[in-house]
Structure formats: structure tokens, C-alpha cells
């Protein structure tokens, strides 16, 4: 029994790889979404939940030991919120401007200059609610890791953009929380075909959710510019961006993230 209420059962181990042939026409209960009513993170930007009914009873994915440390340790940075007070949490912040705009001075945690980022107004940390800290640490990750994307995103420097643009960053706290949704990391143990086969790439590579997050908002933004989409649409895109990375995640032959199709979107 899960801790809200759900019971499952055990009906597969990971430990070698999952049998996608049951995949194959798979409709996963976590595709259907819905805006989250309760959470509102950006002017018109909700987030992207997954819709979950009383009778909702799922089986489980049994983890090999070192897969369910894994699931674990990622659980434990879900659940860390975001603390204006903490020390690190402000090094962290500090950071993700340094990357973002190198050489320019930041006059404060608290200050205008972070608008021109897409945080709602000039004190990010209110911004952080849906997604905890780890939607920071996910940016930074992305800032640092593939600089070219972080900033062709940052600075909506691809195709044809729309007047009523989304906000860089509240979009990115937005799809920390779809794919916590999306995998369904705050149960015990996966309940999908998605979560399990994320939770086998996790153990074999402990940054496989910061990694997945980088690649989420290359397709988030395809889809975007696919749609000619405009502020308003970007629950749709979310929804879509969604549905595509679950079809990827379910193609044969993927062993690690890099594998995905999108992940070629990465520079």
C-alpha cells in the first residue's frame, strides 16, 4: 500500500531491462493530464499533473536494490523546498545568473534584474513553490551543462516567435514538476512502464532526471514553435511535450537517455 492509498502489486523486475513488447500500443495512465487547479506558477502557466482517480489502482515495478537507492535518493531532492534563508540555496541562485548572464553584475537576490529571466518578479525564490529546489538546481544543471540550448532558450534566439512569449523560467520550474508528475517519482516504487524504465536509466546514471529535464525543455520548445503557439497555449504544449517524451521513453532499444530522439536537440 502507497502512502495515498493505492494498492499494487509487484509484477516485474528491471534489472536487466524491461520487456517493451507489452509497450507496444501501451496507453499509460499518466498520459492523460490535466492543469493542476491547485498550483498556479506563472501569470496563465499551470502546472501539468497527472490525473489520478480514487479507483486508480496501478501495479508496481519491483527495483533491484541499487535501482530503489537510486529512486530514493531522487525522492529525497524532490522533497526539499526552497529556503530564501538557506545559505546554499542562495550560492545556488547566484549561480544560475552567473551562468546565465556571464560578465554581468546581479545587484541582488531580491531585484528587477530577474524578470528580464522570466521568474514572475524580482524575487525568484516566490516562484519556486511547485517546483522545490531541485527546479533550481535543474536550470543550473542545464546552464552549465549544454550552454549553447540554455541560451538559445534563455534568449528565444530559434524560429519564429510568437508577440506573447512564455517566461524562460517559470517554464522551467513548470517542467520540473511535469516530470516529477510524469514519472511518478512520489510513489514507493514506479507504477508506469515510463517510471520503471526511467527508474533502471537512473541507476545508471544518478543525473538521468536533470539530464531527462534538459532534453524536456528542448521538445517543450519544439513543440512550441511547432504550434506557432502563444502564452496562453502552454498547457497544450506542455500536454504534447508530455506525450512525446512517454513515446520515446517506450521506444525499443533505449539504454540510456542519449538514445532518446530528442536527445539530438541538446548543444
Not at 116 to 121: A, P, R, S
Not at 169 to 180: K, Q, R, S
Request: include cysteine; hydrophobic fraction near 35%.
Amino acid at each position: 500500500m502507497d502512502d495515498r492509498g493505492g494498492s499494487f502489486v509487484a509484477v516485474r523486475r528491471i534489472s536487466q531491462g524491461l520487456d517493451r513488447s507489452t509497450a507496444h500500443g501501451y496507453h499509460s495512465p499518466s498520459a492523460d493530464v490535466v492543469a493542476g487547479s491547485a498550483a498556479w506558477l506563472g501569470k496563465g502557466l499551470s502546472c501539468v499533473c497527472a490525473q489520478r482517480r480514487d479507483s486508480d489502482d496501478r501495479p508496481s515495478f519491483e527495483l533491484t536494490t541499487n535501482q530503489e537507492e537510486c529512486w530514493r535518493r531522487l525522492q529525497k531532492r524532490i522533497e526539499v523546498p526552497y529556503d530564501a534563508l538557506n545559505s546554499d540555496h542562495q550560492e545556488t541562485l547566484r549561480a544560475l545568473w552567473d551562468a546565465s548572464y556571464p560578465g554581468e553584475e546581479l545587484h541582488g537576490l531580491v531585484s528587477e534584474q530577474w524578470k528580464d529571466m522570466g521568474w514572475q518578479g524580482k524575487d525568484p525564490s516566490t516562484d519556486f513553490r511547485g517546483g522545490g529546489f531541485i527546479s533550481l538546481e535543474n536550470l543550473l544543471f542545464f546552464a552549465r551543462s549544454y550552454k549553447k540550448s540554455f541560451q538559445d532558450l534563455l534568449r528565444k534566439q530559434e524560429g519564429d516567435r510568437a508577440m506573447w512569449e512564455y517566461p524562460f523560467a517559470v517554464a522551467g520550474v513548470n517542467i520540473t514538476f511535469m516530470l516529477t508528475q510524469m514519472l511518478d517519482l512520489e510513489a514507493v516504487t514506479p507504477r508506469t512502464i515510463v517510471g520503471a524504465i526511467f527508474a533502471k536509466l537512473l541507476s545508471e546514471n544518478e543525473r538521468a532526471f536533470d539530464l531527462l529535464y534538459c532534453i524536456t525543455f528542448k521538445v517543450m520548445d519544439q513543440q512550441w514553435l511547432e504550434m506557432r503557439a502563444s502564452y496562453m497555449d502552454f498547457n497544450t504544449v506542455m500536454k504534447s511535450t508530455r506525450r512525446q517524451l512517454e513515446k520515446e521513453l517506450l521506444l525499443d532499444d533505449i539504454t540510456s537517455l542519449e538514445d532518446l530522439p530528442s536527445y539530438s536537440f541538446l548543444q
